[in-house]
């Protein structure tokens, strides 16, 4: 951290406990001449901080720094400033691709004659392991065991690798597998609120910044630490020392007033916000969560709102420094100086907020009477898609014709005790009478609405005690009433820490949720990421074989199609007691409000109010199950792991010695031929088009997840490399090898190519020939033929996930440029990070309106001389000849972008001016 230029005399210094601080106190620099900061959001005091600490008169200059003073008056800014964040945060599935980037660029750099040891992270990172597991195990005592042993028969080859790069790089940690959930891991032990870094023999503090390469980065934020989700490739140059560009947002104040009413919950809040802020319009956009109604929330609570900032489309989700992030910080086992610190820092600069508090100046407000809130479950496919509990059976039954594609639902209501299709064993019942369809050798009867997944999974509420407590209540209540879980349902419980387990046994409630099939199956990324592992066979063929819309209801954050189960398409996110409840009812076909779950010992109906808690119970509950020396235990020695993972052997070196038989881990081919000067840019002439999209494409059918089929070109690659089905794995394991990766591109079973009609799945038609294929087979073939590509899409291009391989499959495909209706935030960065072109349609413009078939050929020039947010026109020639002239509109919005760009991408840029400084060297 190079020495501020100080233009606002901003510096001092602060004691706390008798320990001396280097700060940069924002008062100050109000007084010397940014006159109204103090009315600033809190997330963009975050923003102003950075920039006074960071002033050099080059990347930071003054006039950055006032614009800051200007967003005041103006409530926005178009103003690009350079921000660096104080660490870096990531995930395995994300995690492993960096690193494998990383020591390519190694290998780039010392093919170029610099220095390999510059290729380094120059601020501090920590890699969980966590979305790895699958839910291969589950309903018995055993599960977590036989999971964990499969996880790392599985997983060796990259665990080996990520062992190799915590000895190889500095400032790399890696939190092993078993530990829990990146984002609840964070919250519980990584974050401070106020971070320190020793310099030049002083000792700064500063506000806790990050970028993390999962978009639920934001779930911290609840602990006031401003950080979000990038894509691996953008936090490989944060990590190395690049600035992050971007504009000064644009900050939405959400201001909340009141109380959650009796029977609410947290989940059922953070779907009401998601719903809200989708409909206002926050992509791009911070959002930043105020007003007296903060007081009635736990820090927990508000984590759980900050989580899904992904969902509802913003940047973040920040909430400020208050009483109850001191008692958070207390409670998890901080430091004790650090939360003296803490509160000392946040007074003293202005981030504390009491119910005094003045309400900043925001760009746009919104507001929610948290006493309005009601019982919620969002879905079939979308986050922001809630209904009320008491409207779910009915929106199910009108969604399952769309689900079906324009099929009549075959949904068969209930009967009244929700026994229809399942009968007692030894009930001798004339099965062929009931309704639904047999499933081989049961006694029960599968059809639309039934739920086959029960997931309590996910960082959004595992990391909430209050919601976590509800749902042990719940099974606690129903095992006393003789009820029990639908044989055709698969339960899981995966924590986000080690902790909830502490708790769970602590209460006994642990017990209560085995009896009721809710048995430990890892701490990790389940079922929300695509883990849910296989359905029983039976269950799984009965469903294919009867066009069946299976249900699965989980606590996570994503509902996305195909992205839980490939047997499952109907997905709906719920509260952790909620996901047992629907278990017990094990369809969505009937109202779990007002119609019985069961009935108990003698016969009597049981309803969802008769084992639902109250909001007493699950406080005094929480109140005295969880202790600070919960976590102090947990993650005194958290880096060490178990007796697997310090089983994993591996090798040192300053460059990665690369398997050649691996299927895991390979060397990418973005440096090949790479020379220290970039090519010129040249145009995109007559390029053909890969797929049509309609709107909503996601990153989750973009880039590969889930299970690898046999007979796509991905599995086709393993078994030609001798690999077994039953050890494919998943495309997410599978992230360290290219080969995998951009053959699972566009893949996704359910993405649909509007050029291939009324077929899903990864599909397209090779022109001139009309042939069609698997679009991977169908991209191979145009580069053989020297043939550039483009995509045509709609509205909300790349929602979803940060994930950096739906950029580089794309890129690897030889896609030149995308052409949208417009994208979402994480997904356009990452694709200028590729040296893709994102561009959209103006003036209203769309491919169906142009008449585009996916016949055409598609002229771009101009890209040459391309400056930032730069208007171009794209020339599309039709099968018949004629023409047409399009404007659009480049989004690559900045000078920084534009330089990743015309370096052919972000790692480009950053291993030539590593180089040329080693070489300086």
């Known amino acids: 951290m190079a020495r501020s230029l100080d233009s606002f005399k901003a ?141 790392y028969e599985r997983n060796g080859e990259r665990y080996q690798f990520l062992r190799w790069g915590q000895s190889a790089f500095n400032n790399f940690r890696v939190v092993p597998p078993g530990t829990g959930i990146c984002h609840q891991v964070n919250l519980e032990y990584l974050a401070q609120t106020v971070w320190t870094r020793e310099e030049d023999g002083e000792t700064y503090a500063f506000p806790d910044t990050l970028v993390g390469t999962d978009s639920h980065t934001t779930m911290v934020n609840g602990l006031s630490v401003l950080g979000w989700g990038v894509g691996g490739i953008e936090a490989e140059a944060a990590m190395l020392g690049q600035p992050i560009s971007m504009l000064i947002p644009e900050v939405i ?35 930043e969560f105020y007003g007296a109604g903060l007081s009635a929330l736990s820090l927990e609570d508000c984590a759980t709102i900050a989580n899904m900032a992904p969902e509802y489309g913003a940047t973040c989700g920040f909430f400020p420094t208050d009483d109850d992030t001191i008692r958070y910080l207390t409670s998890t086992g901080r430091d004790h ?169 602590k209460t006994g409630l642990q017990e209560d949720l085995d009896a009721m099939g809710f048995d430990l199956v890892g701490y990790g990324c389940t079922t929300c990421i695509g883990n849910s592992g296989p359905l029983p066979e039976k269950i799984s063929k009965t469903i294919n074989e009867n066009d069946l819309v299976a249900v699965s209801v989980l606590s ?58 109250t909001t007493k119970e699950v406080a005094d509950m929480v109140r005295g199950a969880i202790t600070r020396d919960m976590f102090d235990t947990r993650y005194a020695d958290v880096f060490k792991g178990d007796e697997h993972w310090q089983a994993v052997q591996t090798s040192g070196g300053l460059t990665y010695s690369w398997p050649m038989s691996s299927t895991y881990v390979r060397n990418p081919p973005y440096f090949e031929g790479m020379s220290m000067e970039p090519d010129p840019v040249t145009d995109i002439v007559d390029a053909r088009i890969l797929a049509l999209f309609q709107d909503s494409i996601t990153t989750d059918h973009i880039s590969p997840a889930g299970s690898i089929k046999p007979s796509s070109p991905a599995g086709v690659y393993l078994a030609e490399h001798q690999v077994s089905v039953k050890d494919f794995n998943s495309y997410g394991a599978r992230r360290g090898n290219h080969e995998i990766m951009m053959r699972g591109t566009f893949a996704n079973i359910r993405i649909k190519n509007q050029m291939v009609k009324g ?67 994480i997904h356009r960065s990452n694709l200028v990070g590729m040296g893709v072109l994102p561009l959209v349609f103006i003036g209203g413009d769309s491919w169906e309106g142009l ?36 404007e659009l509109l480049c989004r690559i919005d900045t000078a920084d972008e534009l330089a990743y760009y015309n370096n052919g991408g972000i790692l480009h840029y950053v291993l030539r001016g590593l180089a040329r400084e080693g070489m300086a060297a």
């Open 759 to 825: 077929v899903e799945g990864g599909v397209t038609y090779h022109q001139p020939s009309g042939e069609e294929m698997p679009i991977y087979d169908a991209a191979m073939r145009y580069e053989a033929e020297g043939v550039p590509l483009v995509i045509f899409a709609g509205k909300e291009y790349g929602t979803g996930s940060s994930r950096d391989w739906a950029a580089k499959g794309t890129r690897l495909l030889g896609v030149r440029a995308v052409i949208a209706e417009s994208f979402e935030r």
């Open 337 to 505: 100086h650090r939360i003296e610190l803490v509160k000392a820092y946040a007074k003293h600069n202005g981030f504390y907020r009491t119910d005094e508090t003045e309400d900043p100046v925001f760009t746009d407000t919104l507001e929610l009477d948290l006493s309005t809130v009601v019982p919620s479950l969002a879905g079939p496919k979308r986050p922001q898609d809630r209904v009320a509990l008491t409207d779910a059976d009915v929106a199910f039954k009108d969604a399952v014709g769309g689900i079906k594609g324009g099929a009549k639902s075959k949904a068969t209501p209930a009967s009244s005790n929700g026994e229809a299709r399942f009968m007692a064993e030894g009930a001798q019942t004339d099965q062929s009478a009931m309704p639904g369809h047999v499933v081989e050798g049961e006694d029960y009867r599968l059809d639309d609405g039934d739920v086959v997944i029960a997931a309590i999974t996910s960082c959004t509420n595992t990391s909430n005690p209050s919601v976590l407590i509800a749902a042990g209540l719940v099974a606690r209540k129903a095992r006393a009433k003789g009820l029990s879980v639908k044989p055709w349902v698969k339960t899981s419980l995966a924590p986000g820490s080690q902790v909830v387990t502490d708790y769970l046994n």
């Open 253 to 287: 104040g959400f201001k909340l007033h009141g109380a959650l009413p009796e029977g609410t919950t947290a989940t059922d809040l953070v779907l009401t916000v998601t719903q809200m802020l989708r409909a206002k319009g926050v992509v791009g956009k911070f959002v």
């Open 556 to 613: 996570g954050n994503r509902n996305f199609e195909g992205r839980v189960n490939p047997d499952v398409r109907a997905n709906y996110l719920a509260s952790p007691p909620l996901v047992v409840a629907y278990a017990i009812l094990g369809t969505m076909t009937k109202n779990i409000v007002n119609e019985p779950l069961g009935t108990d010992q003698d016969g009597n109906p049981v309803y969802l109010k008769d084992i639902w808690p």
């Open 851 to 886: 008449g585009v078939t996916g016949k055409e050929q598609v002229t771009i020039t101009g890209l040459a001389d391309l400056k930032p947010r730069q208007n171009l026109t794209a020339e599309i020639t039709f099968e018949d000849g004629s023409k047409k002239s399009v």
């Open 11 to 151: 510096r001092t210094e602060l004691t706390v406990d008798g320990k001396s601080y280097t700060i940069f106190d924002l008062k100050a620099a109000e007084r010397n001449g940014l006159e109204g900061v103090s009315k600033l959001p809190m997330s963009l005091k975050v923003l102003l901080e950075n920039l006074l600490r960071y002033e050099d008169g080059s990347t930071v200059t003054a006039d950055d720094i006032r614009a800051l003073a200007q967003w005041v008056k103006d409530k926005r800014s178009d103003r690009e400033i350079a921000y660096r964040p104080a660490r870096v945060l990531m995930q395995d599935f994300t995690g492993v691709p960096a690193v494998v980037d990383l020591a390519a660029m190694r290998d780039a750099s010392k093919n170029l004659g610099a220095d390999p040891t510059k290729i380094n992270p120059l601020v501090p990172v920590d890699l969980v392991i966590d979305h790895s597991v699958m839910v291969d195990y589950f309903g018995t005592h055993d599960a977590f065991k036989a999971n964990v042993e499969l996880e």
